[in-house]
Each structure stands twice: as structure tokens, then as C-alpha cells.
């Protein structure tokens, strides 16, 4: 057995309590208001979600962290975190919740309601200008290739112009032009 | 002979024509006519749902519309745009007030989303529309029970109930080439696809260990029907090799590729030669 070291003062704290004059207690509606998140409050916070995560590991808020700080409503703090970017998108969380929380999906709307505050990595608000001016992620460059395998050297029926125009009335184009 | 939308999508046509070709004749044997959509682009992918969720509802219910005037259910080749239009009819046909807001967008085009036609994956259309039996009837130069591991790619798998597909369907169409479908642990991981843009080590890490459990469990070759997946276990193994000298040795076949050489295709047929792991050795597999 270790000797107790001799203790100055008293026991550090073991969990930081929350300062309930940060929180948001709307920041909650706000979120169950956007698409798919009306199950958000039947949470019971057993992190099956964090479980089935492939990454969570490696996340410092952890996927029942996240639903559970919205709930309290730790808005800076939600949508200020790298975790939400991090997210694969590959709803091994949403689709285990036995309480039918759109885990998935909430998260995509925490990047709407971060991207409204223009908090968004930079290589996403490249991808949004990709789409803004050529109105397509990818653009056919290797054309003789598509010949080679007996296919038209140009994608058939592809217009990029209706993608380009409406993006331009929406968030997209206030992100890109704010990155600017 | 069924007909039906072709959406490509932007990344299938720029970067896997092999995947493009390979279906278009696959679709021929089996007499399923896929006209490519008049007037259509990107879906956005899920990068532009996370920033401009409006902006990715309206250019995806934009594509049903289009594909709503002809009638003809919409197929895609690729997992993402499968995804996006199939949750944006999901949700779209549940939510009267976006409906409204999108088809007042839509209106100066004179289209309107009235979620009348299906989206989706042309391996599912292939499955329910044609059927394993009659796949099977045309196989000339069946596979001889050669491992392949499947990756099915989340946007396929899930939500399930959004996309509605079951990894039964491709493990069943696999097996009708004569393959062998190899279980593994990982089946249900992401590729890291998604992360690229944002966390590219992860992205890495991800493909890294799905890699690793199909190896580990006998896999010889992998099958994938997302050209997103696909450059992440292909083009990754390259990196894996370069970077850390580490080989897996899993050539990355496309499912019309597989089928094709099953249906008697020549590896030209198919593009074999553009599959960035060596594919050829699958030749060997063929028997009759």
C-alpha cells in the first residue's frame, strides 16, 4: 500500500460544475424547431450512441455529451466544438438509439445553426465555392477516358447552372462570400 | 423493359467512367433502359446539407421534380447522391412547411416536388426490379467461389428508415457472379469518406482498420457501389503502401465490373485497367 500523501487543503473537485448563467435554455427549442429533432428530450442519456460511435474514442464531448449539453443548453459550446465537423455521418448512432433520437441528424443541424454564425472549417466553406461557381464537387477533365469505354465525352444532360443559381440565393453563397 | 432516370451525379462520370460503363452495359444485358436526366447536376453531398440545409433540399427536390414529369423512378449509381435524394424525398414528403418553401423556390422553373417517383441505388432497382434468378440466368462465366468482401457504404445502409435497403440485397447479388461473400467484423464501419475534407489523417485511420478486418478475414478482392467508398479503399491502399509501406493486396472492383466479367464482359468492357489496386487477377477467378 502507498503512503497518503499529506493533503494542504481539501479534495479536488472531481467534475467542474456547470455555471447554469452560461447556458441557454432556449438554445434546446431552437434545435428540436429544425428538421428531425423532435425526439431530441426523450434522451435518457444511456450512451448506446456513444457506444456504436466508430470515433468517439478519440472525441473529447462525446455523442451522448453533445445530445446531453443541448438539452442543458451549452450553445457556445456545441457549436463551437470540432466533434460536429468530425462527425462521418454514418449514423451507426442514430440508427441503435433506442429512444428514436435523430442523433445524425441533429448534429447536421448544429452545423446549420454554427454555419449561420459562420463558424465553419475552412476546407468546407472551399467545397460550398466549388459548388457556388461550377455547380459540381467534380468536373469531367479526363474526357478520352469516357470515349475510350464507349461513353460520350461529356456527361449527357448535365447542367450545373440551376445549382449555381440557387445556391446563390441561400446560405452557400453568404458563407462564401463572408470567407472571402 | 424497364425504364428509368439516370442521375450520375458529378463524381461517378469525372472519376469512375469505369463504374459508369460497366452499369450502362449490365443494364443493356438485362434490357433496363437508363436514360441519362435532362438539366441536372450535383446533389451537393452531405458537406452542403451540414452548411446550407435550404440550398441542399431545394437542388435535390429540383432533380425529383424533374424526374416527376416523365414519371419514371430516378436510379444513381453512387451511395451520396442516392443519400441526399432519398432523405430530401423522405423528409420532403413528411414536412408540408419546407415543401412549401422549396417548391415557391422551385416555381420560377415551373417544377414542383410532389414526391411521385422513388429515388434510387441501381443495385437495389437491380435486385427488386430484375431479380437474383433472372441475374443469374445470363451468367456465362460465373466466379468460382473467389472471397469478396462487401462494403455497402453507410448512405446505403442508413437510416434504414430513410434508405430502405437491406445489405441482404448486395450480398445476394454477389453471390449470383459465383463469389463467395466473406463476413468480417467491420461490415457496418465507414470508409472515412466523409471526414477527407476536414480530418484527412482519420479519414485514413478509417479505411485503414475496414482494410485490415476484411484482410483478416480472407477477403481477396472487395466490392463497393459508391465511387466515394471506392477511392477510399482503392486509392488509400496506394497511400498506405507509399506512406508506410503496408499492402493489403484487395483490389476494389465496382459490382457492375463483377457482374459484367461474370456476364461474359471483356476486362476493356468493364475498365478494369483503371482500378487503382491491380484488378486483373479477378480474370483468374473466371470459370466456363
Same mark, same amino acid.
Given at each position: 500500500?502507498?503512503?497518503?500523501?499529506?493533503?494542504? $487543503?481539501?479534495?479536488?473537485? !472531481?467534475?467542474?460544475?456547470? @455555471?447554469?448563467?452560461?447556458? @441557454?435554455?432556449?438554445?434546446?427549442?431552437?434545435?428540436?424547431?429544425?428538421?428531425?429533432?423532435?425526439? #431530441?428530450?426523450?434522451?435518457?442519456?444511456?450512451?448506446?450512441?456513444?457506444?456504436?460511435?466508430? =470515433?468517439?474514442?478519440? /472525441?473529447?464531448?462525446?455523442?451522448?455529451?453533445?445530445?446531453?449539453?443541448? =438539452? !442543458? $443548453?451549452?450553445?457556445?459550446?456545441? #457549436?463551437?466544438?470540432?466533434?460536429? /465537423?468530425?462527425?462521418?455521418?454514418?449514423?451507426?448512432?442514430?440508427?441503435?438509439?433506442?429512444?428514436?433520437?435523430?442523433?445524425?441528424?441533429?448534429?447536421? @443541424?448544429?452545423?446549420?445553426?454554427?454555419?449561420?454564425? $459562420?463558424?465553419?472549417?475552412?476546407?468546407? =466553406?472551399?467545397?460550398?465555392? +466549388?459548388?457556388?461557381?461550377?455547380?459540381?464537387?467534380?468536373?469531367?477533365?479526363? @474526357?478520352?477516358?469516357?470515349?475510350?469505354?464507349? !461513353? +460520350?465525352?461529356?456527361?449527357?444532360?448535365?447542367?450545373?447552372?440551376?445549382?449555381?443559381? =440557387?445556391?446563390?440565393?441561400?446560405?452557400?453563397?453568404?458563407?462564401?462570400?463572408? $470567407?472571402? | 423493359?424497364?425504364?428509368?432516370?439516370?442521375?450520375?451525379?458529378?463524381?461517378?462520370?469525372?472519376?469512375?467512367?469505369?463504374?459508369?460503363?460497366?452499369?450502362?452495359?449490365?443494364?443493356?444485358?438485362?434490357?433496363?433502359?437508363?436514360?441519362?436526366?435532362? %438539366?441536372?447536376?450535383?446533389?451537393?453531398?452531405?458537406?452542403?446539407?451540414?452548411?446550407?440545409?435550404?440550398?441542399?433540399?431545394?437542388?435535390?427536390?429540383?432533380?425529383?421534380?424533374?424526374?416527376?414529369?416523365?414519371?419514371?423512378?430516378?436510379?444513381?449509381?453512387?451511395?451520396?447522391?442516392?443519400?441526399?435524394?432519398?432523405?430530401?424525398?423522405?423528409?420532403?414528403?413528411?414536412?408540408?412547411?419546407?415543401?412549401?418553401?422549396?417548391?415557391?423556390?422551385?416555381?420560377?422553373?415551373?417544377?414542383?416536388?410532389?414526391?411521385?417517383?422513388?429515388?434510387?441505388?441501381?443495385?437495389?432497382?437491380?435486385?427488386?426490379?430484375?431479380?437474383?434468378?433472372?441475374?443469374?440466368?445470363?451468367?456465362?462465366?460465373?466466379?468460382?467461389?473467389?472471397?469478396?468482401?462487401?462494403?455497402? %457504404?453507410?448512405?446505403?445502409?442508413?437510416?434504414?428508415?430513410?434508405?430502405?435497403?437491406?445489405?441482404?440485397?448486395?450480398?445476394?447479388?454477389?453471390?449470383?457472379?459465383?463469389?463467395?461473400?466473406?463476413?468480417?467484423?467491420?461490415?457496418?464501419?465507414?470508409?472515412?469518406?466523409?471526414?477527407?475534407?476536414?480530418?484527412?489523417?482519420?479519414?485514413?485511420?478509417?479505411?485503414?482498420?475496414?482494410?485490415?478486418?476484411?484482410?483478416?478475414?480472407?477477403?481477396?478482392?472487395?466490392?463497393?457501389?459508391?465511387?466515394?467508398?471506392?477511392?477510399?479503399?482503392?486509392?488509400?491502399?496506394?497511400?498506405?503502401?507509399?506512406?508506410?509501406?503496408?499492402?493489403?493486396?484487395?483490389?476494389?472492383?465496382?459490382?457492375?465490373?463483377?457482374?459484367?466479367?461474370?456476364?461474359?464482359?471483356?476486362?476493356?468492357?468493364?475498365?478494369?485497367?483503371?482500378?487503382?489496386?491491380?484488378?486483373?487477377?479477378?480474370?483468374?477467378?473466371?470459370? %466456363?
Amino acid at each position: 500500500m502507498t503512503e497518503m500523501e499529506e493533503q494542504s $487543503g481539501p479534495p479536488t473537485t !472531481l467534475i467542474d460544475p456547470i @455555471d447554469m448563467s452560461k447556458l @441557454d435554455t432556449k438554445f434546446r427549442e431552437q434545435i428540436k424547431s429544425m428538421p428531425n429533432s423532435e425526439e #431530441l428530450s426523450a434522451c435518457f442519456a444511456c450512451s448506446t450512441c456513444t457506444a456504436a460511435c466508430p =470515433i468517439a474514442n478519440i /472525441w473529447q464531448y462525446k455523442p451522448h455529451q453533445l445530445i446531453r449539453m443541448i =438539452i !442543458l $443548453g451549452m450553445k457556445e459550446e456545441v #457549436l463551437s466544438s470540432s466533434e460536429i /465537423w468530425l462527425c462521418l455521418t454514418c449514423y451507426q448512432c442514430q440508427e441503435r438509439c433506442p429512444q428514436k433520437v435523430r442523433v445524425t441528424d441533429i448534429f447536421f @443541424d448544429c452545423k446549420n445553426l454554427a454555419a449561420e454564425e $459562420g463558424k465553419v472549417p475552412s476546407n468546407i =466553406i472551399g467545397l460550398g465555392k +466549388e459548388l457556388l461557381e461550377k455547380g459540381q464537387l467534380y468536373t469531367v477533365t479526363a @474526357d478520352w477516358e469516357r470515349e475510350d469505354l464507349g !461513353l +460520350e465525352p461529356a456527361v449527357p444532360g448535365l447542367s450545373v447552372e440551376a445549382v449555381k443559381t =440557387i445556391l446563390k440565393e441561400t446560405r452557400t453563397n453568404k458563407l462564401v462570400e463572408g $470567407g472571402e | 423493359m424497364p425504364i428509368y432516370n439516370l442521375y450520375m451525379g458529378c463524381s461517378v462520370p469525372a472519376n469512375y467512367p469505369n463504374y459508369e460503363a460497366a452499369m450502362m452495359k449490365v443494364a443493356e444485358t438485362y434490357d433496363i433502359q437508363l436514360e441519362y436526366m435532362e %438539366g441536372v447536376g450535383c446533389c451537393g453531398s452531405p458537406n452542403l446539407r451540414a452548411i446550407d440545409y435550404l440550398g441542399w433540399l431545394t437542388i435535390n427536390a429540383r432533380t425529383l421534380a424533374i424526374a416527376e414529369k416523365n414519371g419514371h423512378d430516378i436510379v444513381t449509381p453512387c451511395n451520396g447522391c442516392f443519400g441526399s435524394l432519398k432523405d430530401v424525398y423522405h423528409f420532403l414528403k413528411h414536412d408540408a412547411g419546407y415543401r412549401k418553401k422549396v417548391n415557391d423556390i422551385l416555381k420560377k422553373d415551373d417544377l414542383e416536388f410532389k414526391g411521385t417517383i422513388t429515388p434510387r441505388h441501381f443495385v437495389e432497382a437491380l435486385y427488386t426490379d430484375i431479380g437474383v434468378e433472372e441475374i443469374g440466368k445470363k451468367i456465362t462465366k460465373p466466379l468460382d467461389g473467389v472471397g469478396i468482401a462487401i462494403h455497402y %457504404g453507410c448512405h446505403l445502409l442508413r437510416p434504414i428508415d430513410v434508405t430502405e435497403f437491406r445489405p441482404e440485397y448486395l450480398n445476394q447479388l454477389v453471390q449470383a457472379t459465383g463469389a463467395s461473400v466473406i463476413e468480417y467484423p467491420l461490415w457496418k464501419q465507414c470508409c472515412g469518406a466523409t471526414v477527407l475534407p476536414v480530418d484527412e489523417n482519420l479519414a485514413i485511420r478509417l479505411a485503414r482498420d475496414k482494410l485490415k478486418s476484411m484482410k483478416e478475414s480472407g477477403a481477396e478482392f472487395i466490392a463497393v457501389v459508391c465511387p466515394a467508398c471506392g477511392n477510399q479503399l482503392d486509392l488509400q491502399q496506394l497511400g498506405l503502401k507509399e506512406s508506410y509501406g503496408e499492402e493489403f493486396n484487395l483490389p476494389v472492383l465496382l459490382y457492375p465490373q463483377i457482374l459484367g466479367l461474370a456476364l461474359g464482359m471483356t476486362e476493356e468492357d468493364v475498365g478494369l485497367s483503371m482500378n487503382r489496386v491491380p484488378a486483373d487477377s479477378i480474370l483468374n477467378h473466371l470459370t %466456363g
